[in-house]
């Protein structure tokens, strides 16, 4: 049964690791200090994180994780605020490097997890086991 569905629990992991990603990226925006220096950056330099900044900007569109999306963003790059202010022109290089606290490491994790699962993903769904039909009709 597992080894079957594997393929559905690796993509739904990316689900998870994109949602986490686009609800962070997208709170961060929200913040009126760092929310447009990390946008231009990341227009710039990081079309992973503009894709996941401009998903969270949709979901906030309709509502969704508005207030826990600028709240984990707070919380994984509060630390970074003065550093941006300073040099804004490094802003990837300040969002994305080292570990600030627990919660941007957690991030920095999921910043590449969702791809790596979504190759991941398909590729076992492409080497998924095929059904065979031994008896039945032709």
Same mark, same amino acid.
């Given at each position: 049964? =597992? ?11 990316? %689900? ?12 961060? %925006?929200?913040?009126? /200090? ?15 994180? =503009? ?6 900007? %949709? &979901?906030? /569109? ?21 550093? &941006?202010?300073?040099?804004p022109r490094a ?25 790596? =699962?979504?190759?991941?993903?398909l590729f076992l ?14």
């Amino acid at each position: 049964m =597992l080894k079957r569905n594997r393929h559905w629990i690796v993509l739904i992991l990316f %689900l998870l690791s994109f949602l986490y990603n686009a609800v962070v990226w997208g709170g961060l %925006l929200r913040i009126p /200090q760092m929310g447009p220096v990390a946008l231009d950056s990341a227009k710039r330099e990081a079309p992973l994180v =503009l894709l996941y900044m401009r998903s969270g900007e %949709l &979901l906030a /569109q309709y509502g969704l994780f508005v207030t826990s999306g600028e709240r984990m963003a707070d919380r994984a790059f509060g630390l970074a605020e003065e550093r &941006l202010r300073i040099s804004p022109r490094a802003a990837m290089d300040i969002l994305t490097g080292d570990a600030m606290n627990a919660s941007h490491r957690w991030l920095k994790l999921n910043h590449w997890l969702a791809p790596v =699962l979504l190759l991941l993903g398909l590729f076992l769904l492409w080497r998924r086991p095929k059904s065979v039909h031994m008896f039945g009709p032709k």
